[in-house]
Nanobody, 128 residues
Framework: QVWLVESGGGLVQAGGSLRLSCVAS????????MAWFRQAPGKEREFVAA????????WYTDSVKGRFTISRDGAKNTLYQQMTSLKPEDTAVYYC?????????????????????WGQGTQVTVSS
């Protein structure tokens, strides 16, 4: 079992920045692929970014490439997402997720049902 707790969300103006954090606890001795998903009101939860267990591979959805950076600190069992040049369309609840998967298949890491554990989410609101 792994527990995930996100933080760092808030209200920011368009063009601003935020950094999300996700602290993992429990069975963190395993190799997990970690990811961020987001869900806007009335929409499906969608993939944002993922990082391999080693940190050597990262994946992003097209709409955030060049603006968001995912990273992880194994010693702190913490996942990060630095978000810059934020847009109103980035407004959503952001969820951290962990998968008992150590591969690098893009189709697999971007799929919601790949992930076994989820955090409770943190709200990001970008005003225009």
């Amino acid at each position: 079992q792994v527990w995930l707790v996100e933080s760092g969300g808030g209200l920011v103006q368009a063009g601003g920045s935020l950094r999300l954090s996700c602290v993992a606890s429990g069975r963190t001795d395993r190799s997990y692929t970690m990811a961020w998903f987001r869900q806007a009101p009335g929409k499906e939860r969608e993939f944002v970014a993922a990082i391999s267990w080693s940190g050597g591979s990262t994946w992003y959805t097209d709409s955030v490439k060049g603006r968001f950076t995912i990273s992880r600190d194994g010693a702190k069992n913490t996942l990060y997402q630095q978000m810059t040049s934020l847009k109103p369309e980035d407004t959503a609840v952001y969820y951290c997720a962990a998968a008992r998967y150590s591969g690098t298949d893009y189709g697999f890491v971007t799929r919601r049902n790949t992930y076994d554990y989820w955090g409770q989410g943190t709200q990001v609101t970008v005003s225009s």
